[in-house]
């Protein structure tokens, strides 16, 4: 996504908790990407990579949350723990309402923009193991379609993809 975005022209910011793999990524393309470092589970890392980002580029005017973990690949739900599902939960869904409502509220005084929320297949498909995963990105979709008609009056559209399997970081061990 920051490659197609740098190559459309725009100026990107890439934001990872993971410093080494993410300035790398900002190098590798030049002067139109750069790196900071933010846990999108945090509200004040957001916040904080908002106002950066407004202050680096002038704007901020699409917003890609992204940021992701997977849950455990317990085939049971009766060996989910609370721990893991409350990991989950603070980056797969705090992470889209903290990352949405910081960059709605930029968008709705400066002229509208545009956030894209990273939903999955597995959000709307249900199946065995990852119980904990296709809950929170359920709840993605919702919270995309409600954000999408909270904010339409104010220029900012909402909108979710929900991909199916690729072999990424993510699931390497599969
Ligand atoms: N790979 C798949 O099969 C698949 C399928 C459907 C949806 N998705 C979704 O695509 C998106 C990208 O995942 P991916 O497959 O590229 O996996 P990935 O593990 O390569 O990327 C996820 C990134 O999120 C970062 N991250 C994790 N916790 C974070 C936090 N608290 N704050 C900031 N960054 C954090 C990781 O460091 C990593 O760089 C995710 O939302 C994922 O759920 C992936």
Same mark, same amino acid.
């Given at each position: 996504m920051v490659e197609l975005f740098v190559a459309e022209g725009a100026g990107v910011v890439v934001a990872d908790v993971d410093s080494s793999r993410g300035s790398a990524l900002a190098t590798s393309l030049g002067s139109k990407a750069i790196f900071l470092q933010a846990d999108m589970g945090e509200p004040q890392d957001v916040q904080a990579l908002v106002d950066a980002t407004v202050a680096s +580029? /002038? /704007? +901020? !005017?699409v917003m890609v949350n992204n940021a992701a973990v997977s849950s455990a690949m !317990?085939?049971? +739900? +009766?060996?989910?723990d609370l721990a893991d599902f409350e990991r989950v939960m603070r980056i797969n869904m705090r992470g889209i309402m903290l990352g949405t409502q910081a960059a709605a509220r930029h968008m709705v005084t400066h002229g509208g923009g545009s956030i894209i929320n990273i939903s999955a297949i597995s959000g709307l498909q249900a199946g065995f193991g990852v119980a904990c995963y296709r809950v929170a990105k359920a709840g993605v979709i919702q919270f995309s379609k409600s954000a999408a008609i909270d904010l339409a009056g104010y220029g900012v559209r909402v909108n979710c993809i929900a991909p199916g399997n690729i072999r990424t970081g993510m699931n390497a061990f599969r």
């Open positions: +580029l /002038g /704007g +901020l !005017h !317990h085939p049971r +739900l +009766l060996d989910e």
